[in-house]
């Protein structure tokens, strides 16, 4: 059966300063099915909309899945969620500055545990166990363009993931995010003109391995991926841009790895229905603004949807 591919969904308010962007129809695989990449696209391919309201019905699921409407605005199709500590494993693909790596490290060492990643707590699997909220850094690798540097398809993404499992840079991990991270003069098809990232899941080494593209934006196409693009918390606009974009990508990953549990009746997964918004925000050292500190390090990431309550987006729980 051909993989079917989807846009991921953008939900959409105002966020204080910094403004909206709308929702891409999407559609899920049912639990049998192949799993799509579930694609988050650029602020320029938004459109302004309204936030999604909590369902108030039963929808009818793709084949193969059996929805539960939960009533907080995101309904559960029945597949697994990622329970315990989730290791994120980085794929340092291209050329990496050691001060760009550092952020991305110390991001992934401090967001497990959070008031911010414990929204995710709020998602169970059929058994009603729930996701931990833990997250750790797992081991890391460098690929020196083993796929090349110019128009990497999505295949050559899973491809370098492939790479990284078989030489043994990497374990092959069932409860892991493995995250390809490009540097910026990697170019990708799709990336800044489509979309900023994406997520998904293939059996590589014989096991059902969750993967992510995040690449760069540092360039003259930044905006598109950035909400901040001349000063940022870290000061590195562009890697900033990339934690937003990776924890996107993490929280859906974790709350809907197979792309066949939690989501919408549009197909929103969990962060697609607060991307683009960021809710109050502050000023960091440097002026540029911030919402969240984790760590030694102020960052501007968005919002993630809260599955309890009637459903909202919200940057911390309980």
Not at 62 to 68: E, I, K, R, Y
Request: proline content about 6%; aromatic content about 8%.
């Amino acid at each position: 059966m051909m993989n079917r591919r989807r846009t991921v969904a953008c939900a959409v308010l105002a966020a204080v300063t910094l403004g909206g962007v709308a929702s891409i129809p999407s559609a899920h695989a049912g639990p049998s099915a192949p799993a799509p990449i579930h694609y988050m696209p650029t602020q320029a391919n938004a459109h302004p909309s309204t936030l999604p309201v909590a369902s108030t019905g039963v929808t009818a699921p793709t084949a193969g899945a059996a929805a539960t409407v939960r009533g907080n605005g995101i309904d559960y199709h029945g597949g697994a969620v990622m329970t315990g500590t989730v290791k994120a494993y980085v794929i340092w693909y291209g050329a990496w500055a050691p001060a760009s790596q550092t952020i991305v490290r110390d991001f992934l060492t401090s967001v497990g545990g959070s008031p911010y990643f414990k929204i995710n707590t709020t998602y169970k699997n059929k058994a009603g166990v729930a996701v931990s909220g833990a997250v750790a850094l797992g081991a890391e690798a460098v690929d020196a363009y083993s796929q090349g540097k110019t128009n990497l398809s999505d295949t050559q993404i899973k491809n370098a993931v492939q790479v990284a499992i078989g030489a043994g840079k990497l374990p092959a991990d069932p409860n892991g995010v493995y995250f390809v991270l490009t540097s910026s003069d990697v170019t990708k098809s799709g990336f800044f003109t489509s979309y900023c990232g994406w997520h998904t899941a293939a059996t590589i080494a014989g096991k059902d391995i969750k993967y992510s593209f995040v690449g760069d934006p540092t360039g003259p196409n930044l905006a598109n991926c950035a909400q901040q693009t001349t000063s940022s918390p870290n000061g590195l606009p562009g890697i900033d841009a990339m934690i937003s974009v990776l924890v996107h990508e993490l929280e859906e990953a974790v709350t809907d790895p197979d792309l066949n549990a939690w989501y919408d009746r549009q197909g929103y997964e969990n962060a697609d229905k607060c991307a683009w918004t960021f809710g109050t925000t502050y000023k960091a050292a440097n002026g540029s603004l911030a919402n969240v500190k984790l760590g030694s390090r102020d960052y501007l990431i968005q919002r993630n949807w809260l599955n309890a309550s009637g459903g909202k987006c919200t940057m911390t729980y309980p």
